[in-house]
């Protein structure tokens, strides 16, 4: 063996430095041993007691314990939201109701103090220094921002707790064979945790409805009881003005003749006499209106506060679905998981150049409305699914893209709103005649009414219904009936009726879109009109089928929800 | 071959058990940080002797005795520097790696340090033979070092290329959003630890966006992983030190 360098052996053989060299040893081996120990007791302690973190999440550590499948994990988080939904919003309308009822409450004194000689010359005198607004919120709506806000926080920890319930009752079942608690494996432990974590950032109503709960939005209900309040109070003054002025001059003439006793004082005991006259016939014409009005009035606030609260319930609603929905989208963002091999694999690769397919069929049933049809968007979205289901190498990077492009097709892709009906045509050459028109049209379960017309011997009647109707939508579901009446008017003479129910199956409704640009369609659907004795007697037909000549018209001016960009499109395929 | 065989086992047991009591640890509170102490202590008293006796003979060599520089140069500040140096940047990545590490790349990395302090003891016992020390240990600690290190980081990068699960949203993760999913991955519980560790899992996640974003170039993809892959080195190297320490202390008990 080779000896150490001269200057090396000085430094290192000193006794001194053995002992100490010694004991460092024995320090050495010592801390090995107190830390196995340590380990292993907080090993025990991670296993055999949940431990909370400062989020008050559980954490388990158990490194061997099973990780739960994907698919499984994807199952309870998604149905947790969706269970938690069904919990909760039931409740909404009842809290608001709760948060509503000092409002209720607050609208007979109200109408006690509109319906006095007082209330009127301050609801007057407000009208007019124009805070009817500001007043009509303190007295109806006080404190009712805040109960609203209490609603928000309230519905928000509904949620969360019935989402944690759900969650926990889910992980249960899946152990309660072996009853051995909850032996999760950290990975799957990680997402359960990301998730109730979330639970808490996402989306919260109580700051997402903060427009709905704010004292700023029933300022504008405040403002639109008091336009129509203020209408009422100055219709019902100038009404009062014409009779009150007479009654002032006749109780200030008769009042100078009676206070004639008064000597020098007539003139003053003449003006009090003239204004006890006025709030007299002041107080009994109140009394009159509220006699015949308070009820109206009364039944008007209530509607008003009514329409106000189904407003707030309905968007309380929306806010707490969108919450759910955040949920979803965060659970099954955290699920996709993705290496770096399969990042750069030639299948991912493969797999960008099919779902660069994906976005070009995508892109044309966003352009085209006519390719939307059921079975279209069905057959595509199972190709979505067999994508999803993959569990090769690439398959996880495309999943946050194919579950966008899903989502989008099944909120809008369906989705077509009748937006104007237009009746027009002939009527047989024996019953032609310079008439007014009436038209009626029921589609599904829905009646729409058509604007009155005059028809003539020389051109064709032509009906058409209100523009940009609201929520007529067409079932796909099942092929769409149409049932059409028109009402000839003959002044003395007997009505005549007209009509037809025609029915369209989706691939005709498909095909008789044109192909224009835009979201907006026309479509056009002739038919043979017959004169009818009732409605009920309106023999449906396939319009496709009707071999008799037509003489009438039926058009559809129809828009399908616009599919929305993906948002989200993966580096791959940005080019 | 026993020698070597005992100290490789404590210096595994040593950095295994540290490691494993702060990531165990620190899911329950900070303090957990007192266990990486002796590990920083031992670091730095191990690397000591590694540092400064090379540098003491190669002076001894070059300098004359006579000269005044001899106090100067005495290469303690260049010592204490490097270890300091050595030590923060070793336990700061070990503490960051070992609370992310999954089972399999643990398994790896404490195989790692078992090598690592085998091969060191032993090719010192090889290299004792030929060179006078401090030489025979420098060239034991170098040699220790590359022979494990480079083979083993191959196979880090390789699993982290080919088995690492990397969360799904950083596909379409924007620069800011990346690097919260990187700091989200730390307990809620903030303080300064968290603080410092979050630099590190920001630069993780940064890296990870930029691979993503150009995963078409799939050199970078190999690039992060040999990144990752890197700390092999720095716990070979820890391993060296504290085989070497154990080495210096398991003499027989002084007469």
Redo the contacts between chains.
Sequence with gaps: MSEPTENFKKKNITPMASTVRYTVGHLFWGTIIVFAIASLALTVLAVMQPVKDDTGSEELTNNSDPELPTTFLEKILLGASKEALDVVLPDIEKLVEEAYKPVDDAIAPYADFHYSVPGQYIELTQAARGIMADRIHDRLFDGLSERLNDVASNVDEKFETAFEAALDAQIAELFEADQEGLPIGPLSDMVITDTRERLMLTAPIATTAVAVTAGASLKIASKTIASKLGLKVAAKVAAKQATKGGGALVGAGSGAALCSWAGPGAAVCAVVGAAAVWFTVDAAAIQLDEQMTRDEFEKDLNELVDDDKDFRTQKLKEALKKRAVAMDEGAKKALAEFTLKQLSDPETVALCQQSNALLTGYGVFQDDLRTRTSSAIEEYRRTLEELRNRKDSAATILAPLVMEIDKNLEMHGYGIEIKQIQLSGNFPSDYLGYRDLDGRLTLGDQTVTLERNTSTVEVEFSLQSPTNLKNLKINRKEPITIHMALIQDRRIFRDRMFGRSILIKEDEFFDAIPNTAGPQKTLNFPFNLALYESRDDFQVIDWRETSARRNANLRLDISGSSLPDIEKIPSCFED | MLSSFIKAV?ST??LG??L??WR??Y??SDWAIL?LL?MAV?LFFGSWPLII?PW??RL?LALLPQSPLSRLLSGKFRTAFLAMTFVFVSVALLAWQCLTAS?LQATILLMLVFTAGFSFSWSQDFL???????F?RYWATSLGTWLVAAPFTLIIAWI??????????M??ATFQEALKIGI?QL???RGLIAELLSWLYAYDAAKLWL???Y????ML?VF??LDAALLGFVLARASIIITN??G???????K
């Design positions: 404590g047991a040593f058990l540290s494993y009591l165990v640890g899911h329950f266990a002796p031992l006796d003491k003979e001894h089972p004792v033979r030929h060179f006078r020390q401090p025979a982290t290329w080919s088995s690492e699960s990397q969360p799904g949203e596909l379409t989200d307990p809620a519980r691979v993503i974003q995963k078409e170039y799939r993809a992060f992983s320490f154990i210096m202390h398991m003499n027989k008990r002084p």
